[in-house]
C-alpha cells in the first residue's frame, strides 16, 4: 500500500522553503507491506513488489517463494511505483 502522508514540519522554521500547499513535504509517499506483522506493515519500506493482490517488502517475497520452493522473481508482477 502507498500512503501519502503530511511530512511538512513548518519548512521555514528549519530554513527551508515552505510553498505551502504545494509544499514537496506534504505529500510525501511512504510505502507499507500488506503482511500484518511485518515490520514494513507498520515501518514503511524502500521498495515494494506486487504479488497477486497484494503489495509486499522484499522479506515478505522471499518468505513465499522460500515456502513455495520458487523462485521470488517467478512471483513478483512488478515494483510499485510511486509519483
Ligand atoms: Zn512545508
Ligand atoms: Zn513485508
Do not use: Q
Amino acid at each position: 500500500m502507498v500512503a501519502y502522508e503530511n511530512h511538512c514540519v513548518g519548512c521555514t522554521i528549519l530554513g527551508m522553503r515552505c510553498y505551502g500547499r504545494s509544499c514537496v513535504n506534504r505529500r510525501v509517499p511512504v510505502l507499507y507491506c500488506d503482511k500484518i506483522g511485518c515490520p514494513a506493515n507498520t515501518e514503511g519500506t524502500d521498495t515494494l513488489f506486487v504479488v497477486g493482490d497484494a503489495e509486499l517488502c522484499w522479506e515478505c517475497v522471499e518468505e513465499i517463494a522460500e515456502r513455495n520452493g520458487i523462485d521470488p522473481e517467478d512471483l513478483i508482477e512488478r515494483e510499485v511505483e510511486t509519483e
